[in-house]
């Protein structure tokens, strides 16, 4: 198991590594560039034009590693993987039609929210119906800490998955807008489940396989998307990766442990939510300099201390791996 793990990073990363040096300049050719908001900090500006839709190269890797290193396991009646991929692939195709709209329009507005939103939900609901059909679906939710589980009502847990899928989706959407930064957050979130596999055992190999392979997928893309990025995952990206973090919590029987996980994807959220409410109530003040919250930082927050990008990454990839490792440590001994 642990040599196929390896292996699963080892050809992720190595693949998106290789293919991002044709892929990039590709994308240059075909200008499809990034767009930048008005309403941004102004020194994003110089952003503008870089590339977008850098994301198809962690999902190609993963994709790679799911049909080569997983096939003996689907031989044997294993599509786990599959599955959580192909349900992260619908996001990230929702998520591609929105990056073609604003390269085609030429401005940072794509798909309308409502849209997005509309296309997520079905998404989340056709996953939770398959999920249901193929036995991998109880509405009996685990509760990280205590180890306790709670009956709920199928109508209820179908509402909370939802949300929890949707709400996801857009956390690392959101967390999406300096160089790196989803990135570097994500992976500890992927490291996670990687570590998971390792405590519960040959059991969860396919799910672990595909989680390596993003962990080694983000990293060489992460080459290219490290400050001063060459490449950004756009849309296509980040859909993707909070489809596959959903996914894989689902799959994993544990959606709750996505709060203590992804904290820095909550906190960005909640900033938004927050500076959008507030703003309305108040009749234009604001909790934030702007949001989300890294932009906050950005800005000089409370502090008047204006962070840099790299900063930003170091600060997020910290917290979220110290978020890993708490969150390992509440769930390792489950099984």
């Known amino acids: ?77 294993h599509f786990e993987h599959i599955f959580v991929l192909l349900f992260a692939m619908v996001f990230g195709a929702i998520g591609l039609l929105d990056d073609w709209q604003k390269i085609r329009k030429k401005q940072n507005l794509g798909l309308s929210a409502r849209a997005k939103f509309l296309l997520q939900v079905v998404a989340a609901l056709i996953f939770l119906f398959l999920m249901k059909k193929l036995g991998f679906l109880h509405t009996v939710l685990y509760l990280p800490v205590s180890g306790r589980v709670v009956n709920m009502p199928q109508w209820l847990y179908y509402v909370f998955a939802v949300f929890v899928i949707v709400g996801t989706v857009n956390a690392v959407n959101i967390t999406d807008g300096i160089d790196g930064l989803a990135t570097g957050t994500s992976i500890p979130v992927f490291l996670f489940f990687v570590l998971i596999t390792f405590a519960w055992g040959q059991e969860y190999l396919q799910l672990g396989i595909f989680a390596s392979a993003m962990v080694g997928g983000l990293m060489g893309f992460l080459m290219y998307n490290y400050n ?41 959220t909640l900033s938004d939510i927050i500076q959008v409410g507030y703003f309305k109530l108040s009749h234009g003040k604001r909790v934030f300099r702007m949001a989300p919250f ?23 990839t910290c917290v979220s791996l110290i978020c890993m490792v708490l969150s390992f440590l509440t769930v390792y001994d489950r099984f």
């Open 228 to 268: 001063p990025a060459r490449v950004f995952m756009g849309d296509t990206g980040s859909l993707f990766i909070g489809g596959a973090i959903a996914a894989l919590a689902f799959a994993y029987d544990m959606p709750l442990i996505l709060i203590p996980l992804c904290v820095m994807f909550i906190i960005e």
């Open 1 to 77: 198991m642990t040599l196929k793990m390896l292996c699963a990073f080892a050809i992720a990363f190595l693949f998106a590594t290789a293919f991002g040096k044709e892929y990039i300049p590709w994308l240059v050719k075909e200008k499809a560039g990034q767009q930048i908001k008005k309403d941004g900090p102004g020194w994003h500006e110089p952003k503008k034009g870089t590339p977008t839709m850098g994301g198809v190269m962690f999902i190609l890797a993963a994709t790679l590693v799911c049909l080569t290193l997983g096939f003996p396991g689907m031989l044997q009646g």
């Open 294 to 316: 890294h932009h906050h930082l950005e800005l000089g927050g409370w502090t008047g201390r204006k962070w840099k990008e790299k900063e930003l990454f170091v600060l997020y």
